[in-house]
C-alpha cells in the first residue's frame, strides 16, 4: 500500500518529474499528459526562493545540556567516530528551514512515528534524545537462506552495508550495520546541508519549533556532503544555485503532496566453493 508524503518533484525538469511520478510515487492517473500538469502544479506550489537558503541560525547548545552533550562524547559506541571521520564537529542548535535539503522526498508516517507525541511546541529537552541520542539505533530485519546464498530484508532503509572483505581473518562477506541515528548538517563551501534526519526535521518543524540540536560537521566535497552524481539526489548546480530546495519546502507546505511507494532494502550475499588448477 502506498503511504502519503512530500515531493519536491517542482525542481526537476518534465522528463525527470514524470519518472519521478511513475517510479517513486502512485499516482492517481499515470498518464504522462496528466502527470506533466501535476508537474507544473508543483512548480507553482514552490513559490519564491528561500530566505538565506544555505545559511541557518547557528546557535550554542544550552549549558544546561551539557552533560548529554559530554555523555554523548563520551559514549564508547562512537569512540572511533569521533576520533575519526567526525573529529572536530561540533553540537549546535541550527534553524532548520534554510537547510539544504538534497532528498526528493519525506514519507510523512515516518515522520510521524518519530515526532507524533512532541509537545507543541517541542521543548530542548524533548528534542536532545531524540535528535543526538545517546544509544545507537536498532532496525528489524528478515532473512532468507540458502545453501549458497542469503537475502536480508528490511523496511528501513538505514539498514546499510558497510563494505566488505576478510573479517578477523576467518569471515568474508559484507559488514551490516545502521546508520547513525543523528539529525546531522554538514557545511561545504559555506553552506549547510541537512546530511540525515529528514523525517525528524519535518516533525519538529511541525510540531512548532524553528532549531533543533545537530552534530555540524565541515566536509570537504559534494560527495562528502552527500549529493550523488547518479541521480538519486539534487545536483550541485541546483543546490548551489540562488533557488535551491530547503527543509522550508517541506515544512512550510511547498512541497507536492504525493502516494509514496512502500520500498525496503534487500542486501544480497552468495558464494561459491572451486578446486582448480593452478597454471
Known amino acids: 500500500m502506498p503511504t502519503p508524503g512530500f515531493s519536491l518533484v517542482g525542481f526537476m525538469d518534465r522528463a525527470e518529474a514524470i519518472q519521478h511520478f511513475q517510479s517513486v510515487c502512485v499516482p492517481g492517473n499515470p498518464d504522462p499528459v496528466v502527470l506533466a500538469t501535476e508537474w507544473n502544479a508543483a512548480k507553482a506550489k514552490l513559490g519564491a526562493p528561500m530566505l538565506n537558503a544555505g545559511t541557518p541560525d547557528i546557535q550554542p547548545i544550552p549549558a544546561a545540556h551539557d552533560a548529554h552533550i559530554q555523555q554523548l562524547s563520551t559514549a564508547p559506541w562512537m569512540a572511533h567516530i569521533f576520533a575519526g571521520a567526525w573529529q572536530g564537529c561540533e553540537f549546535k542548535l541550527i534553524e532548520l528551514d534554510p537547510l539544504l535539503a538534497y532528498q526528493f522526498t519525506v514519507n510523512d508516517g515516518r515522520s510521524q512515528h518519530h515526532c507524533g507525541n512532541l509537545a507543541k511546541p517541542p ?157
Open 123 to 279: 521543548s530542548l529537552a524533548e528534542l536532545m534524545p531524540l535528535c543526538l541520542p545517546l544509544t545507537p539505533s536498532v532496525e528489524n530485519f528478515q532473512t532468507w537462506e540458502s545453501p549458497n546464498g542469503m537475502i536480508l530484508k528490511a523496511k528501513s532503509l538505514n539498514l546499510q552495508n558497510f563494505g566488505g572483505g576478510i573479517f578477523n581473518a576467518a569471515f568474508m562477506g559484507i559488514q551490516v550495520g545502521v546508520t547513525l541515528p543523528f539529525l546531522h548538517v554538514v557545511r561545504h563551501n559555506s553552506r549547510c546541508y541537512l546530511h540525515n534526519g529528514f523525517h525528524r526535521a519535518l516533525g519538529i518543524r511541525k510540531a512548532g519549533a524553528t532549531h533543533a540540536p545537530c552534530i555540524l560537521r565541515d566536509v570537504p566535497n559534494h560527495a562528502a556532503a552527500g549529493i550523488r552524481p547518479d541521480g538519486s539526489t539534487f545536483g550541485v548546480s541546483l543546490l548551489e544555485s540562488n533557488n535551491p530546495p530547503t527543509v522550508g519546502h517541506f515544512s512550510q507546505g511547498r512541497a507536492y503532496d504525493v502516494q509514496l511507494r512502500n520500498i525496503a532494502r534487500f542486501l544480497h550475499v552468495s558464494w561459491a566453493d572451486y578446486i582448480l588448477p593452478e597454471e
